[in-house]
């Protein structure tokens, strides 16, 4: 079911998560900090600290809400660029988090993945060295993309795709049990995003 949902009502609910939680996290740190001084005040009040310890464990529990959000929040973003949804000149909230997410991808993310995938192609003679993704195996075509995300404009969908295929962990995961193509078709699909090929 959860498929059938539309990736901007996803980037709306995670929003509206994340800003909740942030607030409540905000509340609670400040009663918290208020219950340290209390503890700090009566040391013998056992009623103090078990709040002030309820308080601090409430805050954990919703910057954890936080960050899950945020997760789903990018994932919904990443979904909408991938179906090639443009924001244009909207200023709706849907819009705005696929710019900053596109921000995100074509800036900071794009230069560690640039450093990720060479650090892979390095990898290709060395079956065991630790952090070895199945990536490795193909390093001409990750020296290509290299090359093709120092571009002064890349499209966001091959960064996303790239991002998935260096952290996603087992070659099955991979491979044709999940997507019906190889790891080379997949790579090669990012490289013809880079050259402004179709999706």
């Avoid at 905000?26 to 503890?39: E, H, K, P, Q």
């Avoid at 954990?60 to 929040?73: C, D, I, N, P, S």
Wanted: aromatic share 4%.
């Amino acid at each position: 079911m959860a498929g059938l949902v539309w990736p901007g009502s996803e980037v709306l609910s995670a929003a509206d998560r994340q800003r909740t939680a942030l607030r409540q996290a905000g509340a609670l740190a400040a009663f918290t900090a208020t219950g340290l001084g209390w503890v700090a005040v009566a040391r013998a009040d056992s009623l103090a600290l078990v709040v002030t310890i309820l308080a601090a464990a409430a805050l954990v529990v919703e910057l954890a809400w936080a960050l899950v959000a945020r997760e789903r929040l990018l994932r919904g973003a990443d979904e909408l660029i991938l179906a090639g949804f443009r924001p244009g000149d909207r200023d709706d909230r849907i819009s705005a988090a696929v710019r900053r997410r596109t921000a995100q991808l074509c800036g900071s993310r794009r230069r560690d993945l640039v450093a990720q995938i060479r650090y892979q192609a390095t990898l290709a003679g060395a079956p065991h060295a630790p952090l070895r993704a199945p990536v490795a195996r193909h390093p001409a075509l990750l020296e290509r993309i290299a090359a093709g995300m120092g571009d002064a404009q890349v499209d966001p969908r091959a960064v996303i795709l790239l991002c998935r295929l260096v952290t996603e962990p087992a070659p099955e995961t991979i491979g044709r049990l999940r997507t019906g193509r190889t790891l080379e078709q997949r790579l090669l699909e990012v490289l013809s995003l880079l050259h402004g090929g179709p999706a």
